[in-house]
């Protein structure tokens, strides 16, 4: 009986690595090949900047394309959470359809190459996820099991897209179940995160370098400026939140889909030619990087909020993590005029707690600042983190009931602590 047991859990050994493998191999490969193609529409974007014009009919052949092709995944990453609930709760979830990861894949880089403001986790957490369930037969996965492949997916494609592996898999975990976190869960996931991060490394895929290079005592005032600097950035991440529902309702009143992405590729094209400015489309990782070493604009940080809400409620792809460092870096760079901590510090600080607030995975964006920034700035990134999850409202940018529920529960508790 014990050497039969032993053989299970053997043979359950081998099919898990192997599938850890497996998906990390294929989201990697497909993370790097996106990110590549990225690079190079961005940069023939900036060579040739007369296709901003032709925004509007970008938006129009990716707005068909979901329309006669894509209708349930244009709900982007919601759609795997969702399933992924489903399978959770029982109910009947049909398997995420592979027409997904073209369709993002293609639609994302139709979106920068034309001038929209968006990010590329979002593409890379989409293929992840619906690479992974199309395995669920191939390997005649259960619902448990099922569940777990999901999480390693989108551990793959985000760890693959920022050279995060760590912060990947607790961002799955986060998204997905953090109220049932298991222990097989995490280590599968953080094993397909690795699997997949050095996969996109091995197709030569260099990920964009930040440093906080000076850290302050970590004293009472320092830490009570820190925590004004996490509110605002939680603030930040609620006016996200908000612009992006706002223009999701208006965009509703279009009731042919397909025109919505063709009347704010307008609106996005018109901002760009009359502005002359393409600072705030595509990914800025410029601004961001310039963030840490020099002033950045005064109002950079609230056109970028507003560019990108428009741009993703309108119906085009990618993702919002992007824009959200975007967001935090160029915010927290100005905070400097009253904040008296270091500028690097202040936008990296910022960089990952407007994510912590908009997305409510507030784990994954205190161990994302310090894979990016080092332990020695993780008090400070913390509790900005914390802060700004907080105070950026009772929802976020992923449908995700349970995250809600738990922030809920979390606020009652603090409230009632203080009662006390």
């Not at 590329?120 to 992840?128: C, D, I, K, P, S």
Request: aromatic share 12%; charged share 10%.
């Amino acid at each position: 009986m014990q050497v039969s047991k032993l053989n299970t859990l053997f043979s359950s050994l081998v099919k898990w690595i192997l599938i850890c493998i497996i998906v990390g191999g294929i989201v990697g490969s497909a993370t790097a090949l996106f990110l590549i193609s990225l690079d190079r529409v961005t940069l023939w974007r900036s060579d040739h900047i007369w296709i901003v014009n032709f925004l509007p009919f970008i938006g129009l052949a990716i707005g068909l394309a979901y329309y006669y092709h894509g209708e349930e995944s244009k709900k982007g990453n919601n759609l795997i959470i969702e399933t992924h609930q489903n399978v959770e709760s029982g109910s009947d979830s049909k398997p995420i359809p592979f027409i997904m990861v073209p369709l993002v894949f293609f639609s994302t880089l139709l979106t920068h190459v034309g001038g929209g403001s968006a990010g590329r986790e979002g593409t890379a957490v989409q293929m992840g996820g619906a690479i992974a369930d199309q395995l669920t037969r191939l390997f005649k996965l259960n619902t448990t099991e099922r569940k777990t492949i999901l999480i390693m997916g989108i551990s793959a494609g985000f760890a693959a897209v920022f050279g995060t592996p760590i912060a990947g898999a607790i961002f799955a975990l986060e998204i997905m179940s953090l109220k049932k976190i298991k222990q097989a869960d995490l280590l599968l996931s953080i094993y397909t995160a690795y699997c997949a991060h050095y996969i996109c490394l091995a197709w030569q895929v260099k990920h964009t370098i930040y440093s906080i290079t000076t850290i302050p005592s970590i004293s009472f005032t320092n830490l009570a400026w820190t925590m004004v600097a996490g509110l605002i950035f939680g603030l930040a991440a609620f006016v996200f939140i908000y612009l992006g529902k706002l223009f999701e309702i208006l965009f509703s009143k279009v009731k042919f889909a397909p025109l919505r992405p063709f009347i704010g590729g307008v609106f996005i094209a018109l901002f760009i030619v009359l502005f002359n400015s393409t600072q705030y489309i595509g990914l800025g990782i410029p601004s961001i990087s310039n963030a840490f070493i020099s002033p950045a604009g005064n109002f950079d940080f609230i056109i970028k909020i507003i560019i990108t809400s428009f741009t993703l409620s309108a119906g085009f792809k990618g993702g919002e993590v992007t824009p959200l460092f975007f967001i935090g870096a160029t915010l927290g760079n100005i905070l400097i005029w009253f904040i008296p901590l270091p500028m690097a510090l202040l936008a990296g600080m910022g960089f990952v707690a407007v994510f912590a607030g908009a997305t409510n995975c507030i784990i994954a964006s205190i161990v994302l600042g310090i894979e990016l920034f080092g332990l020695s700035s993780g008090i400070f990134i913390g509790l900005a983190c914390i802060m700004a999850y907080f105070t950026s409202g009772m929802t976020g940018i992923y449908a995700s009931p349970m995250k809600q529920n738990l922030k809920y529960q979390l606020h009652e508790s603090v409230k009632n602590i203080f009662k006390i």
